[in-house]
């Protein structure tokens, strides 16, 4: 599955109401520029959380986002397995291992 912008789930819910749309990514800007967390630290988290809910195509944007920003895929391997037992089943883990293993793969033939 290619890592592809177009279908966000923001992107869609604006498609359909644009005001809704707009309100939800004024909030979750607003929640990530308001604390003292810095950007690579937020898109951590996320990525953490996409991860353990398996939602494929929110932690292929926000793994793509870190590998650019960066990130190591032995850092995103780690926030990936850290909620293992916790809030992540196994089966869960090792999905969003798959996926990452596939998103460093176009990343690094796209670089």
């Not at 898109?43 to 809910?53: D, H, K, P, V």
């Not at 089943?89 to 670089?111: C, I, M, Q, R």
Request: one cysteine or more.
């Amino acid at each position: 599955m290619p890592t592809d912008l177009v279908n966000l789930p923001s992107i869609q819910l604006r498609k359909v109401n644009e005001q809704a749309g707009i309100h939800y990514r004024g909030m979750r800007d607003a929640i990530m520029q308001s604390g003292p967390l810095d950007a690579n630290t937020c898109e951590l988290i996320l990525i953490g959380c996409f991860a353990a809910r398996g939602c494929e195509r929110s932690f292929r944007v926000h793994a793509l986002r870190g590998l650019k920003a960066g990130m190591s895929k032995e850092v995103l391997e780690q926030v990936v397995m850290i909620p293992m037992g916790a809030a992540s089943p196994l089966a869960e883990v090792t999905k969003a291992l798959t996926w990452l293993d596939e998103v460093a793969a176009e990343y690094a033939a796209g670089s």
